[in-house]
């Protein structure tokens, strides 16, 4: 089993930045994947980046030249710094946690989230 938590989030003017984390823990060796997702009130969610444990990332639309995506493969723990934050970034932004390898030979079947962390911009 694996517990993933999520912190970081608040209230934030636009304009201005924020960093979450998302930490994983549990039975865990390695982990493929680690990514952010967000639901935007009445939204549905969307994925807002991604980022594999060689370091390569991919991010939304929206989220390109303003937000990254890092990871620390060691503490099992990813980062989103955001940047230049707007209105519309408003949301519960959640981690998923997928590829999980409980030992060097055992793949654990299941994706992990997170309980998500409000991100709200407002003046």
């Known amino acids: 089993q694996v517990q993933v938590v999520e912190s970081g989030g608040g209230l934030v003017q636009p304009g201005g930045s924020l960093r979450l984390s998302c930490a994983a823990s549990?039975?865990?060796?390695?982990?493929?994947?680690m990514a952010w997702f967000r639901r935007a009130p009445g939204k549905e969610r969307e994925l807002v980046a991604i980022i594999t444990a060689g370091g390569n990332s991919k991010y939304a639309d929206s989220a390109k030249g303003r937000f990254t995506i890092s990871r620390d493969n060691a503490k099992n723990t990813a980062y989103l710094q955001m940047n230049s934050l707007k209105p519309e970034d408003t949301a519960v932004y959640y981690c998923?946690?997928?590829?999980?390898?409980?030992?060097?030979?055992?793949?654990?079947?299941?994706?992990?989230w997170g309980q998500g962390t409000q991100v709200t911009v407002s003046s």
């Open positions: 998923k946690v997928a590829g999980v390898k409980k030992t060097i030979w055992d793949y654990d079947p299941d994706d992990y």
């Open positions: 549990g039975s865990i060796f390695s982990i493929a994947a």
